[in-house]
């Protein structure tokens, strides 16, 4: 009888445990199929497309996974950077973490340079790094239409549902990569005598080129708050600057402090994101829950639906525009 006892005893704990496993599989992230990626169409009539390129230095791993969590979408390609200052494990990190997101994985839209730059505030280190992201992001992907490029310090207002407007043309940068005339390459040797040449190599190559001169709007499309006169860097933006920050109709803002509490304020009304997580769009068709990721499944990723931080946006740019039609010469 003890014996007949123990053998049910054991059978029952056997069962329950399969049981348990089963159950725990069935709410597993991990535990439906591996989707195939939706097909992306590039052109018209199809939205546009972006190339991203995000940059820190050394301990701005995280910040530069969170910020491309948030900026994510299947149709962009996006090529990361840590500084020659950061670690070969940073740089090992960030790839393993970039793996966890079942979108990035089957997407393979994301890259990680492995032979770092170093930057500096003098010289034209910083161009030089830009112009270097802008090839690889030519050369993996020849589909994208505009470039933005983002520092770990930045961060965005609205989702990847948003308007195509950004910063650099993919037609400009062609120009100043593989230049037609010698103007992007002489400027690139003076400014390398110049402290922070970022701020002004791109505008003095594309105003001293007639084919692209006047094609300009004055605006960066971020939200900063600056001293009076200003310094080097705008203030850390908190919890007492989100309203008026979510009203500016800004694309991104800077700076922030890493992991500020105003982050979590923006993922949570702005980008409806979770820890982790890309912030979800129109594409994202996984079952809302709080042990899984939306964006894990998805259908077509062709398809957009702007919120309401894109239509603040929107604003933003009919303003610019109007104003820009109302000079005659932007430079």
Known sequence: MGAERKWFFSLLSLTFLSVLLL?????SPFSSPRPFPSLVQLGLPYPPAFGYYIFGGKGDKDRIFRLLLAVYHPR????????????????Y???????SVPAIRS???VDVIGNPDRFSYMGSSYIASTLHAAAILMKVDPGWDWFIALSALDYPLLT?????????????LEFCIFGWDNLPRTLLMYFNNVMLSEESYFHTVICNSPELKNTTVNSDLRYMIWDNPP????HFLNISDYDQMAQSGAAFARMFKEDDPVLDMVDEKILKRKRNQAAPGAWCTGRKSWWSDTCSQWGDVNVLKPGPQAKKFAETITNLLDDWNSQSNQC
């Not at 159950?23 to 709410?27: A, E, G, K, Q």
């Not at 990190?93 to 793996?99: C, D, E, F, I, Q």
């Open 107 to 109: 997407f393979s839209n």
């Open 160 to 172: 990847q549902d948003g308007s195509p407007w950004i910063v650099l043309s993919r037609s400009f």
């Open 23 to 27: 159950v725990l599989y069935s709410i």
């Open 93 to 99: 990190s960030l790839v393993v973490a970039l793996k």
């Open 231 to 234: 310094k080097m860097e705008p």
């Open 76 to 91: 962009n390609r996006y090529v990361l950077h840590l500084g020659a200052d950061a670690t070969d494990g940073e740089r």
